[in-house]
Structure formats: structure tokens, C-alpha cells
């Protein structure tokens, strides 16, 4: 309560405080979505098969859930602007390790260095939104934050495609180094502290009974859950439509890039409806319609392959509004588990997001290892994923009937 009362109190944010949350949150999905255009050619350079290639992106995903998980924690208890500070010199230290790599194993291990360090944005400017603002603005707010994240994704493939054409590979790499270079001395400069409750989080013991009391909490599941399957469809997606594009279409990395452009723009439109209405709405009904947009997307992906069709718009069509789908599912989903205990925010958005993360690891070398002479393993796996979903919001249904039910 007492936590709760001292978040509405805060002052509002400033808009360039909110572009640096921005910024930190874009670090991470731009390491995700860089290089995705250059990894038919990093296959090759390496001379290994794409398979091991997509293990540069499994496991940045598994480190980025271990690293959520560890970072919320040590925030709730240490303040939120040392950990960012710490967790953006860490992915410098990993995009130049990657930079540098002359084999595939020193590859893998700046990746997961560098999404250890990277996860701290996400996770960090989740909890630093619950910090400044009551249960109510929550949802809009981490819209209109992960609706300016967004660009991050939309530019980077086109970017890191063009990069490769003119430079090769490692170019990427470079590029990511000297932005989170320059966002670390932004942050340096500008970021304070918003964590005023830190001595709640003052031990070990007291992290681990916060986890274990966000592990009993069906609402926190159901959030927690909804959010993380909707945002798998789209991991799913990142994994296997380099291949499918360059590969079966016969496509350029450049092109790869502008048409994932459109994914993104899907994104950016679902996060603006949620800061626009997901205060008037709810987060229920936002993830509810956001749930439905996917699935039905993933239908009709489905579609023009069935009838033969082999064109870029036939997958990426579909995916603007699967990005639609997701931009109302996430904002609500993670405001809801961040809100479920507020007294451990961090904790919270941590272990949220190493779910959510962790999700896509596990998508994204099923989809590497099923992916051969058709799209269809990774509409399946899409599709899948979306019902599961849709069936994970059951459980914020249930929760909510039984409240009503209690109450009576």
C-alpha cells in the first residue's frame, strides 16, 4: 500500500525522460533484429548450417530470460539506475565480442553476453513506468513506451540489411556497439532514481519469497501467459522468415529488411490504440481482441499458401496485424503482472519478461530445426502458439469470475 500510494504521488515523467526509456528499451530488440538479414551469410562465413546459426538467436533469447530474471530482482533492491547503467556496458562489452568473433563459439558467447546486458533496458523501463505512475496509467504508459521501442525493430533489419550488402556482416555489430555506447552516456547523464522502496527488497530470503508469492498468483499466470505466447507467435516469425524469404523465395537480405518493416508498423498501431484506450477499456478487453486479431491473422497467412502462393506479401501481409495483435496484447499483459504485487515491480516485470523471453527460446529452435522445403512447420507453430494464447486468458477470466463470486 504504502509503495502504491508513493507511485501515484510521483511527479509525471518528462517527454526525454521517457525518450531515454525509450532508447534503453530499444537496445535489446535491436540486437535481436539487426542481423537477422545476415544470417544466411554468417552461416556461410562460419561454414556451418543454418541451424547452428539460429543458436546465435535461441540463445540470446535464454540469456535475455535468465537476465530479466536476475536484473528485476537486484532492482527492487539496489534502484533501477544502477543496474541499467551496469546492464548497458554489458552489451558493449558483447557486441564487441561479437564484432571480433573468428569462430562460431566466440560468436555464441558475445550474443549471450550481450543479451544479459541488454535485457536491462526492457526489464528496467517496465518497472521504472510502474515507479512513476498508478495501477490506472500503466497500461497506456508502457504503450506509448514500447510504441516508440518499436521503431527499434521496424528499422533495424533494413538497416542491418543494407549494412550487410555494403559491409558484411560484422558492420551490424558495430552499430549496435556505438548506440549502446551512446545510450550508457545518455543514461549516465540523465537517468535518476525511481525506486524509493528499496529496502523491501533488502535480502535474499525476501527475493525469493516475492517469487514464490508471484508463482502462486493465477492472475499473475494469466497475464503473464497471454502475453507470452502472443509475443511467441511473433519470435516464431523472427526465427524462420529469414529462411523462408532468402531461402525458398530466393529474396535479398536488403529486401528481407524493407519488408519487415511492415511487422513492426503493425506494433507501433496496436501499442498507440493501447495507450489511447487501454485506460477507458481495461486490460482484459485489450488482451482479449489483441488474442483474437493474432489468431486470426495466423489463419489467414495460411491462406495464399495453401493456394500456392510463394510472394513476400503472402507472409508478411498477415504479420502487420499479427504486430497489431501484439502491441494490444503486451502493454495490458505486462501491466497486469507488474501490478499483481506492486511492492515487488521489478521482481515482477522481471520474471514477466523472462517468461515471455524465455518462450521465444524455446520457439525459436523449433522452428530452425522443423523448417525445410515449405513455410508450413512455421505456420504451425504460429498457429499453436496463438490458441495457446487465447486459452492462457482463461485463467484471467477465472480469476476475475471467482472475485466476483467471493464478493457476493
Given at each position: 500500500m504504502t509503495h502504491t500510494r508513493a507511485a501515484a504521488a510521483q511527479p509525471a515523467a518528462k517527454p526525454s525522460f521517457i525518450a531515454l526509456l525509450i532508447a534503453a528499451s530499444a537496445v535489446s530488440p535491436l540486437g535481436i533484429n539487426m542481423y537477422l538479414p545476415s544470417m544466411p551469410a554468417m552461416a556461410r562465413a562460419f561454414r556451418v548450417d543454418f541451424a547452428t546459426i539460429?543458436?546465435?538467436?535461441?540463445?540470446?533469447?535464454?540469456?535475455?530470460?535468465?537476465?530479466?530474471?536476475?536484473?528485476?530482482?537486484?532492482?527492487?533492491?539496489?534502484?533501477?539506475?544502477?543496474?541499467?547503467?551496469?546492464?548497458?556496458?554489458?552489451?558493449?562489452?558483447?557486441?564487441?565480442?561479437?564484432?571480433?568473433?573468428?569462430?562460431?563459439?566466440?560468436?555464441?558467447?558475445?550474443?549471450?553476453?550481450?543479451?544479459?546486458?541488454?535485457?536491462?533496458?526492457?526489464?528496467?523501463?517496465?518497472?521504472?513506468?510502474?515507479?512513476?505512475?498508478?495501477?490506472?496509467?500503466?497500461?497506456?504508459?508502457?504503450?506509448?513506451?514500447?510504441?516508440?521501442?518499436?521503431?527499434?525493430?521496424?528499422?533495424?533489419?533494413?538497416?542491418?540489411?543494407?549494412?550487410?550488402?555494403?559491409?558484411?556482416?560484422?558492420?551490424?555489430?558495430?552499430?549496435?556497439?556505438l548506440f549502446g555506447g551512446l545510450v550508457l552516456l545518455v543514461a549516465s547523464w540523465q537517468l535518476h532514481e525511481t525506486n524509493h522502496n528499496r529496502s523491501a527488497g533488502g535480502s535474499p530470503r525476501h527475493l525469493i519469497r516475492s517469487y514464490l508469492s508471484l508463482f502462486g498468483s493465477r492472475l499473475f499466470w494469466g497475464y503473464t501467459l497471454a502475453a507470452s505466447f502472443v509475443s511467441a507467435v511473433f519470435f516464431a516469425f523472427v526465427a524462420g522468415a529469414p529462411y523462408v524469404m532468402i531461402e525458398l523465395m530466393g529474396r535479398s537480405p536488403a529486401e528481407y529488411g524493407f519488408y519487415f518493416a511492415i511487422v513492426p508498423s503493425g506494433y507501433i498501431l496496436g501499442n498507440f490504440a493501447s495507450g489511447r484506450f487501454a485506460g477507458r477499456l481495461g486490460p482484459n478487453r485489450m488482451i482479449l481482441a489483441g488474442t483474437l486479431v493474432t489468431l486470426a491473422s495466423v489463419a489467414g497467412m495460411a491462406v495464399p499458401f495453401a493456394m500456392g502462393s510463394l510472394h513476400p506479401a503472402a507472409l508478411f501481409a498477415p504479420m502487420f496485424f499479427i504486430g497489431l495483435g501484439n502491441g494490444l496484447v503486451l502493454p495490458s499483459g505486462i501491466a497486469g503482472a507488474v501490478s499483481v504485487k506492486p511492492e515487488v515491480a521489478g521482481a515482477a516485470a522481471g520474471l514477466s519478461g523472462s517468461i515471455q523471453i524465455g518462450f521465444g527460446a524455446l520457439v525459436a529452435p523449433v522452428v530452425g530445426a522443423t523448417l525445410g522445403a515449405t513455410v508450413w512447420p512455421l505456420i504451425t507453430i504460429m498457429a499453436v502458439c496463438a490458441l495457446f494464447a487465447l486459452a492462457s486468458f482463461g485463467l484471467v477470466a477465472d480469476w476475475r469470475r471467482a472475485s466476483r463470486a467471493s464478493k457476493l
Open positions: 539460429q543458436l546465435t538467436l535461441s540463445l540470446y533469447l535464454a540469456a535475455m530470460a535468465i537476465g530479466q530474471l536476475i536484473i528485476g530482482s537486484l532492482s527492487d533492491r539496489f534502484g533501477r539506475r544502477p543496474m541499467l547503467l551496469i546492464g548497458l556496458f554489458i552489451f558493449v562489452i558483447g557486441s564487441f565480442v561479437c564484432l571480433t568473433a573468428q569462430n562460431i563459439g566466440l560468436l555464441i558467447l558475445g550474443r549471450v553476453v550481450q543479451a544479459i546486458g541488454g535485457c536491462a533496458g526492457i526489464t528496467l523501463s517496465r518497472a521504472i513506468v510502474r515507479d512513476l505512475y498508478g495501477r490506472n496509467q500503466v497500461a497506456s504508459m508502457i504503450g506509448y513506451v514500447t510504441m516508440g521501442m518499436a521503431v527499434a525493430p521496424m528499422i533495424a533489419p533494413t538497416i542491418g540489411g543494407v549494412l550487410e550488402t555494403l559491409y558484411g556482416w560484422r558492420a551490424s555489430f558495430m552499430f549496435l556497439m
